[in-house]
């Protein structure tokens, strides 16, 4: 379908699938330029220097049952990947539980009583089944029972994605949690989680020495030693197609200036509906009302910096309370000493998941730093008086929506991109897809491969059942 390059190939965005995309082509000799809004490079995967101290958006560990991908990672980052133990942990009700589940932990923490009610309701859903199994929380309720899926699912999940758990399309637990049940979460409580096999309770996980963006950083420069142009600060406006093809992009450089790139052929990770609408001549209504259905909750993390040595021994925490707005809690310490440069300090990330325009987006930063500080306290994980500093990140976009209605919008949208000949979509925001950064890798080198004569579906890629298991 796509020839190599003659005038190259444009991607746009330097995420992990632009930046897996580019350095591919850019070792297959295609010439390349790469169209990055931000002043540097990494997406969701950028990990932000403050004074020394290092944080991620949200901890990214890095997981994959793609050979390929963890090959990259071993090949990008030599010594410099780390191997970690994960220790993680809900806080539920004044009460810390161990997650994964431990069986006495967790009954020690819910009581015998309680404890007796989730068993009883765990025999009721395996006698009498939610009639609709189609959303999370009937998908959920099957597996573990109501009571269970009440304290240990529904109040985080909702607080992810802004939505009830009855509104919420099931695909989402059965593509992220999908080998998960019950049986098998006591199996491991009780015995442990043999060798990972169920990923979303893997006890290890490897991590880059100085965090997601390291990698991003070196594939940037590997790349542009071969070759590879990158235009930072330059904001993708608008994508010219010219009978089945696109010809050039327009871009707003650097400088504010509006600079036209042509190319053979074109890769895009930036969000689905954002490149639909800057196509031109414009989509047909039904693809643009379609693309405007699409959904997607963002992030803010409050980065603040205590004059604590330790604080806890958890890589993160699970915040369930509903009465806490917060939904996670990052320590980066525990992932790598190299991200704090004072062993005497401790850094966390509180974070929070919201909506563009929401109440809590439209907090100030002094305020959300507030909020964190109060929830902090009475988490009762450290008093405010010991803060030395810190900043707030906002993320838009950073979490597709998978609602009831997202599947048959992404059905039309596909379905549109496949009659323009030598564009592809790939990545996280790119393709509408709640995945890790192994995924999103994965689009990108497919999609280079693409380029190159070789047949991949970027929309059926799935590096937990690919082709490299
Ligand atoms: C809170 C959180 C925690 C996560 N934890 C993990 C984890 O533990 N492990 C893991 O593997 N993955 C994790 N992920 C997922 C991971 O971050 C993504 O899978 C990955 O970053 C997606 O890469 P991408 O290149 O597709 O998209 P992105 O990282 O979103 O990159 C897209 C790029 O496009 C740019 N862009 C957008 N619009 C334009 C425009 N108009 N013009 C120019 N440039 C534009 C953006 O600035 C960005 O740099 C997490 C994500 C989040 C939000």
Same mark, same amino acid.
């Given at each position: 379908m796509f020839k190599r390059a003659g005038a190259g190939a444009v991607v746009l965005g330097a995420g992990p699938a632009g930046l897996a995309c580019s350095y591919e082509l850019s070792r297959r000799d295609v010439p390349t330029t790469v169209v990055e809004r931000s002043k540097g490079v990494g997406g969701l995967c950028r990990t932000f220097n403050y004074n020394g101290f290092l944080f991620d958006i949200g901890g990214h560990r890095f997981l994959s049952r793609s050979r390929e991908v963890n090959a990259i990672w071993e090949d990008v980052l030599g010594e410099d990947l780390l191997r970690c133990? %994960?220790?993680?942990?809900? +806080?539920?009700?004044? /009460?810390? +539980? %161990?997650?994964?589940?431990?069986?006495?932990?967790?009954?020690?923490?819910?009581?015998l009583i309680e404890s007796a009610r989730c068993f009883f309701s765990y025999l009721n859903s395996q006698v009498m089944p939610p009639v609709d199994q189609t959303n999370f929380e009937g998908w959920m309720t099957r597996r573990f029972g109501r009571r269970l899926f009440e304290i240990f699912f529904k109040p985080y999940t909702e607080k992810v994605w802004g939505i009830s758990c009855a509104e919420l399309s099931g695909d989402w637990a059965s593509q992220r949690i999908q080998q998960l049940s019950l049986r098998k979460a006591i199996k491991s409580a009780i015995f442990g989680n043999g060798n990972g096999k169920i990923k979303s309770l893997s006890d290890e996980f490897l991590y880059p020495k100085l965090g997601p963006g390291q990698f991003c950083d070196r594939l940037k420069t590997k790349s542009e030693s071969l070759g590879t142009q990158y235009r930072m600060q330059a904001e993708v406006d608008q994508i010219n197609v010219a009978g089945k093809r696109v010809d050039s992009v327009e871009i707003r450089n650097a400088a504010g200036r509006s600079e036209k790139l042509c190319g053979d052929s074109f890769i895009s990770s930036i969000p689905l509906p954002v490149l639909i609408e800057r196509i031109r001549p414009r989509a047909p209504l039904g693809v643009l009302s379609a693309a405007r259905s699409l959904k997607f909750r963002s992030f803010i993390s409050v980065n603040l910096i205590f004059n604590e040595p330790r604080l806890f021994d958890e890589n993160w925490i699970y915040i369930q309370s509903p009465d806490i707005t917060a939904g996670r809690v990052q320590n980066y310490k525990n992932w790598s000493s190299a991200m704090v440069p004072d062993a005497e300090k401790t850094s966390l990330g509180v974070e929070y998941f919201v909506s563009e325009g929401d109440s809590v987006w439209s907090l100030s930063d002094e305020q959300m730093m507030a909020l964190?500080?109060?929830?902090?306290? %009475?988490?009762?994980? *450290?008093?405010?008086?010991?803060?030395?500093?810190?900043? *707030?990140?906002? *993320?838009?976009?950073?979490?597709? *929506?998978?609602?009831?209605? +997202?599947?048959?919008?992404? /059905?039309?949208i596909r379905a549109y991109l496949e009659t323009i000949e030598n564009l592809q979509a790939m990545g996280r925001a790119g393709l509408f897809r709640y995945n890790n950064s192994d995924h999103a890798v994965l689009t990108g080198l497919c999609a280079a491969r693409n380029i190159l004569g070789e047949k991949h579906d970027l929309w059926a890629i799935d590096p937990d059942q690919g082709r490299d298991e």
């Open positions: 133990s %994960r220790k993680s942990s809900i +806080y539920y009700q004044g /009460h810390f +539980y %161990r997650y994964p589940l431990n069986a006495f932990d967790t009954l020690k923490n819910l009581g964190a500080l109060e929830e902090l306290e %009475r988490i009762r994980i *450290v008093g405010r008086a010991k803060v030395a500093g810190g900043f *707030v990140v906002r *993320v838009a976009n950073a979490y597709p *929506v998978y609602d009831s209605g +997202y599947q048959r919008s992404l /059905h039309i």
